[in-house]
């Protein structure tokens, strides 16, 4: 909400990560992410720096529709000895488009002597110049103060003048770095109280977790009267990453009593963050503040018992308030509940079958340890609940036996191609695929074998796969998941498959996929 | 050290972390690398509550030798309705032996009146009676005040009645819990203050990190007069963990100036953290602040031209003063001063040859578009390096052709096999290898295929296999990144492959990394 900007930087400094590589199309799919939680801005990448972002702000303008964030490009004050109008990564910026600026400015003297070696009177000419010429340009613009408090500490006066000078230039917020981390709350607080006091401007936050207190500055940020918070979902960054944007807005939403995203935008904040972790490949963590699956788990002991006199007593708040739920996890009730709740979705009755419920249950808990994951999978949940309901009803044909080879000769590209046996309504079929990949070539050589008997398949179609490998501590005794997601055109399907093997993993959730297009069309065993 | 408790309760309270299960030999290996590092208190557990930590107790008295810290035994006060002298879980405390005993009471009103169930006179008997028998008894008490934070909000004066009670009944220290973990820092300094100034007595802090602020809780006790701080080694613990111990100590030591660790033990933190997560068999997180893997790597391409004048500008502290170190990541974000360092790293002179930078620099560039990533593959970047620096310096083979068969019957287990031809010293080679999947396969064929030129290969080990699928919006013309790590027993490195077929894509990590092990060890090309 404007009164409090709540800046998002997932995709430009959170993408500084080590082992995060984020494609266009990831960061696309992000950012409309983000817009679903209802952040004020989306700083979408350095324009004119790196091809890959430049590419974003050009597909975001006929790709992206936001209903409430802002989109936002940063970039740098424009070097020294020349002008804001002539200098080329400034053009760029202007030509993504966007109506918001980040741009980001030194402030510490030995940072402007030492690292962007140019006099200290240039760099503030370089802020005055580069600021007054986007905003004539029609830019809304912030600046980010890279290493301001160590510069402020520093050489007070010259950090002070960088904000005058921004400010004055035109300059909405004027963001304060802890660019290296290392700054505990009571030094933040005492510096944006300072830098308020004696500049005037309207002052952001930049925090980065180096002291595991990037949160807290945020808040103190925030208490001594900044109005504008950066961050990450997640907490991406560099080193230790920088402030996870949504324990932030959790502390001045629920804590502070602050308007920092939309109650309703706030319920859904653990599914998004879940979401946004599937599509970095990062593994969500569950220790997470607010959101992490363990955030409002219990365990046994002191707690248990008391926690049915009244929860309350024990969690710092309602959990649903940020999409997540209190779990006891001495109690199988919650899972028990979710897979009535999957059988009810698939319109099967259970109700009278509780011996059912407990059977799946016990089979997905000994799953899940083995690496399963009970809430990616919904269609392996349905089918083993089918399978236990009904012995049979999913056996549409019996696999006799599959191969898949891949080579190469040389450096060359590899091929793959795969055979697959199997039998169905009376006949045995042999059939070969050929694939850009082994998973692709089984999936060619199933599809064709199972068509003899269903020519119904050919509807379906494999459109997304996954691989996690799990407890990689020895590469070859690693278990892997595999995830697929099956379209018939009009809605799709998860399927999960886990083994030593990565292709007899694949392979599993493939069968499992088309298999649950064949029931979902309602095709009879033949 | 004294004046300030370093207090580490990863042994009872990390425990509770929701799959996390010790067995008494791993805690008895965590408590003597706790002493390592030279902690004041370990508390072991709660003897008498479950035979595990009872078991524990009896056998540190023989197996456990601290040099520096001193074992503390947990447990609550006496049952509501009886004495001290007779309650058996009391009991118990004394016979664990310890010189002290940390008790655990009720200080928030509706937790003795609903959870307790007993009136709030008798909780202040019960603590009264149980520290003063102990005391008695020749013990050092702290006493744990749950709910302090919540309880002190709803009902100040019973809260601080709590505080005194222990304190008159010779509690040395009196630890408030912030046992839900809802405080912020301001929060946390309020109340501090607030009961230092009413009672006297000294006061410890023992914070969750539910708002994310459980280190920024820690210090802002600190600050408001608290000298004895709880944690756990990685903040291990229920729902989002206890406030990180090593984090707490270091924000102490170096933000503070206080003397919370002795030096060499503090160069000691990494390896020591990394050493308990080893035994817990919890992943160590790359971004946790001071001692995770990544907090001192740096990408942005901003950052590390700079890096070169002066790492300090570019990192809050010296890593090694808790024994981590400096890294940097080469990426898409990277200049040529990254690519400088990095040759830097790896002993190679690049300085009189910028056409080598720019071409290597151009070449990741282009790469990091297609989805590599060169900042978790250090080995491969400096392979490319090499190669453009000395054209054939990296032929240690040349490749005819590889295959890899996967293959199963029916729903049995599959089997992979792969061969593998190639030239080396003069001579053509034709290997066979079999695995538990196609990259274990094909890793035991090359190996054995170059084994015969190159009998130093045996050292090597592919010790972890990462797998991505990029741009996976048609599971069919997805790209594939995999990342190998590879170990020669003493370090290891990382190398990446990218293809859309998987399997070329493993295998191109693979011949990397074992390249890479040749040079390492100094192999001339035969």
Same mark, same amino acid.
């Given at each position: 909400m404007e009164a409090l900007h709540v800046y998002d930087?997932?995709?430009?400094?959170?993408?500084?990560?080590?082992?995060?590589?984020?494609?266009?199309?990831?960061? *696309?799919?992000?950012? +409309?992410?983000?817009?679903? @939680?209802?952040?004020?801005?989306?700083?979408? #990448? %350095?324009?004119?720096?790196?091809?890959?972002?430049?590419?974003?702000?050009?597909?975001?303008?006929?790709?992206?529709?936001?209903?409430?964030?802002?989109?936002?490009?940063?970039?740098s004050t424009r070097r020294a000895g020349s002008s804001a109008a002539e200098d080329q990564l400034v053009q760029a910026l202007l030509e993504a488009g966007t109506s918001v600026v980040c741009l980001v400015a030194k402030s510490h003297v030995r940072h402007v002597e030492e690292a962007l070696r140019t006099t200290l009177e240039e760099n503030l000419e370089?802020?005055?110049?580069?600021?007054?010429? *986007?905003?004539?340009? +029609?830019?809304?613009?912030? @600046?980010?103060?890279?290493?301001?408090?160590? #510069? %402020?500490?520093?050489?007070?006066?010259?950090?002070?003048?960088?904000?005058?000078t921004a400010h004055e230039a035109g300059a909405e917020v004027v963001v304060l770095c802890d660019t290296n981390g290392g700054m505990l709350p009571h030094q933040v607080e005492q510096v944006v109280t300072d830098v308020i006091a004696s500049t005037g401007a309207r002052v952001g936050a930049h925090c980065h977790?180096?002291?595991?207190?990037?949160?807290?500055?945020?808040?103190?940020?925030?208490?001594?009267?900044?109005?504008?918070?950066?961050?990450?979902?997640?907490?991406?960054?560099?080193?230790?990453?920088n402030a996870d944007l949504l324990t932030v807005a959790a502390n001045l939403q629920f804590k502070l009593g602050l308007d920092a995203l939309e109650p309703d935008a706030f319920r859904q904040a653990m599914p998004i963050a879940h979401a946004i972790s599937e599509v970095t490949n990062v593994p969500a963590y569950s220790r997470q503040p607010y959101?992490?699956?363990?955030?409002?788990?219990?365990?046994?002991?002191?707690?248990?018992?008391?926690?049915?006199?009244d929860p309350d007593l024990y969690q710092h708040m309602d959990p649903s308030l940020v999409g997540n739920g209190m779990r006891t996890l001495v109690s199988d009730m919650a899972g028990r509940a979710s897979i009535e709740l999957k059988a009810r979705e698939a319109g099967l009755d259970v109700a009278s079958r509780p011996e059912v419920v407990a059977s799946v249950l016990a089979e997905v808990k000994a799953l899940e340890l083995q690496g399963w994951t009970f809430d990616a999978a919904d269609a392996s949940v349905e089918l083993m609940l089918r399978r236990t309901l009904e012995p049979g009803c999913t056996d549409y044909f019996e696999v006799e036996s599959w191969r898949v080879i891949t080579e190469a000769s040389g450096s060359g590209e590899a091929i793959s191609e795969a055979t697959v046996k199997l039998h169905a309504d009376g006949r045995r079929t042999v059939a070969t695929g050929e694939g850009n990949g082994p998973v692709n070539a089984l999936d060619h050589a199933l599809r064709q074998a199972i068509a003899v008997a269903y020519p119904e398949i050919e509807k379906?179609?494999?459109i997304d796969f996954k691989v996690r490998i799990l407890d990689a501590s020895h590469g070859?005794?690693?278990?892997?998941?595999?995830?697929?997601?099956?379209?018939?055109?009009?809605?799709?399907?998860?399927?999960?498959g886990v083994a030593a093997n990565i292709i007899e993993a694949s392979w599993r959730a493939l069968v499992d996929g088309l298999v649950h297009g064949l029931i979902r069309q309602g095709v009879p065993i033949r």
């Open positions: 930087t997932t995709l430009r400094d959170g993408a500084q990560q080590e082992g995060l590589n984020l494609s266009v199309s990831d960061k *696309l799919a992000i950012a +409309g992410l983000l817009d679903e @939680l209802r952040v004020d801005f989306i700083e979408g #990448g %350095w324009p004119g720096a790196n091809p890959k972002d430049t590419e974003f702000f050009e597909r975001a303008k006929h790709e992206l529709t936001l209903e409430h964030a802002t989109l936002a490009a940063f970039g370089m802020i005055r110049d580069t600021v007054s010429h *986007l905003v004539a340009q +029609g830019r809304r613009v912030f @600046l980010d103060a890279e290493h301001f408090f160590d #510069g %402020w500490h520093l050489d007070r006066d010259y950090a002070l003048r960088v904000v005058r977790n180096d002291t595991g207190c990037a949160a807290a500055n945020s808040v103190a940020a925030v208490r001594a009267g900044a109005t504008h918070v950066q961050g990450t979902v997640n907490g991406y960054g560099e080193r230790t990453g959101v992490g699956a363990s955030a409002f788990a219990h365990k046994a002991g002191l707690h248990a018992s008391a926690l049915k006199v379906l179609e494999l070859s005794d690693a278990v892997t998941r595999v995830l697929i997601e099956t379209s018939d055109g009009e809605t799709s399907w998860n399927t999960i």
